[in-house]
């Protein structure tokens, strides 16, 4: 069997495959890789891109042209981030390029995406609306810059070092930019009372 054919059958057999090994492969030209790595990662890119654009036609224009990226740059990934960092760092800067000014990026407010336990009651199903209401009210009260990052510390678990490579800063900056936004959202939690201060 061909090198190239034993490689694919290998990915395809193990199913979700380091992005590192698939970055390779795709580097390579191996469009089962690329498709691969697209199935990891598409819902969150788009989900990334969504946030900063709020406009579902546009975000899933620029996350097609993120994996396009991907396909052509290949070959310039290092593995000095971890590859989804790496690929949210392009979509970062797509979307920026679509709408390029930063105080532009708005917290979307219709978002809901908690995941409730089909066991919760009416009683805690409404709690968990009401401090997601909370929250979000809250959010919009943050600059563009702690929102971002927020974001991506939170809904994109992504760690302070990565998030510094996202957004091109050094990761001291990174860091007080996270307390900064940290404590700013906690103020905004405390005029809501004792309830949400440990949202």
């Known amino acids: 069997m061909h090198t190239s054919a034993v490689a694919n059958s290998d990915l395809k057999r193990n199913g979700c495959a380091d992005d590192a090994v698939l970055m390779r492969r795709i580097a390579s030209g191996d469009k089962v890789a690329m498709h691969m790595l697209f199935s990891n990662h598409y819902v969150s890119v788009y989900r990334f891109v969504l946030r900063r654009l709020r406009d579902k036609v546009l975000a899933e224009d620029v996350t097609s042209d993120v994996f396009l990226e991907i396909w052509r740059q290949a070959d310039r990934f290092r593995g000095r981030s971890t590859v989804l960092t790496w690929i949210l760092g392009i979509a970062r800067h797509k979307a920026f390029s679509v709408r390029p000014r930063l105080d532009q990026l708005q917290f979307d407010e219709g978002r809901d995406e908690t995941i409730r336990d089909g066991a919760d009651t009416p009683d805690a199903i409404l709690q968990i609306k009401d401090r997601n209401n909370v929250l979000r009210k809250c959010l919009t009260k943050l600059s563009a810059q702690h929102r971002e990052i927020i974001?991506?510390?939170?809904?994109?678990?992504?760690?302070?070092?990565?998030?510094?490579?996202?957004?091109?800063?050094?990761?001291?900056?990174?860091?007080?930019?996270?307390?900064?936004?940290?404590?700013?959202?906690?103020?905004?939690?405390?005029?809501?009372?004792?309830?949400?201060?440990?949202i």
């Open 151 to 198: 974001d991506l510390v939170y809904y994109q678990e992504q760690s302070v070092g990565a998030v510094a490579t996202i957004l091109g800063i050094p990761r001291n900056t990174a860091k007080t930019r996270m307390f900064y936004a940290r404590r700013r959202l906690a103020d905004e939690l405390k005029r809501f009372g004792d309830d949400y201060a440990s």
